[in-house]
């Protein structure tokens, strides 16, 4: 097993995720990881979040570095994902890049059995530090 690294998320967030766990007909594997994330977070206010830290509706630059490939991702609930660099927080790299901050590293596992190893290289924007609490 992998160590995991530690993660941030706000309070906020946090009431939202829990009421979509609660409002989820059937718990896939998505919601439990989700669940398993959230319990293990540091849970912090608002205006305490660091800049460099994913929240919901961030938008990350990480890199694959197995390949080098690069990737632009938006962290969304469930019903906003689809689009472009969406990825719903129900999806395992979703519930994994929450809470991350700049530099760490996660284990994305892609299609076909491969592991992806992702370094989070920078939160090009974060509604926290924007001052937009509403979503």
């Known amino acids: 097993m992998n160590s995991t ?6 309070r906020l967030d946090l009431q939202r995720l829990e009421r979509l766990l609660d409002s989820l007909e059937e718990f896939g594997p998505g919601a439990e990881a989700l669940e398993q994330e959230l319990a293990r977070a540091q849970v912090v206010g608002l205006d305490e979040v660091p800049a460099g830290v994913v929240t919901m509706n961030s938008r990350v630059h990480c890199r694959d570095d197995n390949t080098g ?3 632009h991702l938006t962290l969304v609930y469930p019903e906003d ?4 660099g969406k990825v719903s927080i129900l999806a395992p790299v ?11 590293h996660i284990d994305w596992p892609a299609p076909g059995g491969k592991t992806l190893k ?3 290289l920078a939160v090009e924007y974060q509604p ?3 001052g937009e609490y509403q979503r």
């Open 118 to 120: 992702l370094t989070l």
């Open 69 to 71: 490939k690069e990737y």
């Open 5 to 10: 690294p530690s993660i941030t998320i706000t």
């Open 94 to 104: 979703g519930s994994a890049l929450l809470g991350l901050s700049v530099g760490q």
């Open 128 to 130: 926290e530090a924007a």
């Open 81 to 84: 994902a689809g689009g472009e």
